[in-house]
């Protein structure tokens, strides 16, 4: 008799994967990223996409499953079919964005990010709440390794939705931002800055160059020759 295996949703929206002890089946749930035991509630569970539901069920072929009801609507769309609420939910961000003046390069960035996102979940934005939106952007950043900037941006762009399309701005009141992200400055070789000056033949040039660069130590000098 096959072992039988519930899938279903918990409090935060993750994906939930249950079943008694299987070493197999264990091995097929690590082979899915994302992953996370709770130790507690005896599950696995995975950030909620549709994506992963997909991935799941595949691993899972042939074995015996129960899946929660609420799940089964996110089985049968195909990846590249838009439901009914994403085009009219693009065209109110399109207008919102004309509307408020947002340059060309700004709208086609949060209308990608938007669009990102809705096909991510493949649900209505507005029965997604801050715990799914942070599930979403922790996707991003694990997963798809996204940088900084994009991060940020793809903030911006859901604050966008909820706060002027869709009327929910409490939805992302809390919602962190990445930190600003501090390089290093790029330090040229001694070398290079000795050789670079010594190709400046106008003496007042040369000075007006060493005079900021604080590089102007006696040793450079005996290397450059007297100005």
């Not at 994906?15 to 089946?25: Q, R």
């Not at 264990?26 to 994302?34: C, L, Q, S």
């Not at 209505?124 to 991060?151: M, T, W």
């Not at 962190?176 to 670079?196: D, F, G, N, S």
Request: some cysteine; charged content about 25%.
């Amino acid at each position: 008799m096959k072992q039988s295996i519930k899938i279903g949703r918990d409090t935060s929206g993750r994906i939930t994967v249950a079943f008694s002890y299987n070493p197999v089946y264990i091995e097929k749930v690590k082979a899915i990223k994302g992953y996370k035991w709770h130790l507690k509630e005896k599950y696995w569970s995975f950030p909620y996409s549709a994506l992963t539901l997909e991935k799941i069920l595949s691993v899972f072929n042939g074995e015996k499953i129960h899946i929660d009801p609420a799940l089964q609507v996110s089985i049968h769309p195909k990846a590249d079919t838009p439901a009914p609420y994403q085009g009219r939910i693009i065209e109110a961000v399109k207008k919102e964005l004309k509307l408020r003046g947002y340059s060309q390069k700004t709208r086609k960035a949060y209308l990608h990010h938007i669009d990102h996102y809705m096909r991510h979940f493949r649900e209505d934005p507005k029965k997604l709440d801050e715990g799914y939106i942070k599930e979403y952007l922790l996707h991003l950043v694990d997963e798809e390794k996204v940088s900084r900037s994009y991060h940020n941006q793809a903030v911006n762009a859901l604050k966008f939705l909820y706060n002027h399309v869709l009327g929910m701005p409490r939805i992302l009141s809390k919602l962190p931002r990445p930190r600003k992200e501090r390089k290093l400055p790029v330090v040229l070789a001694r070398q290079y800055v000795i050789t670079l000056l010594q190709s400046v033949a106008n003496i007042k040039h040369r000075v007006l160059l060493i005079t900021p660069c604080d590089i102007a130590s006696p040793h450079t000098y005996s290397k450059m020759g007297q100005i």
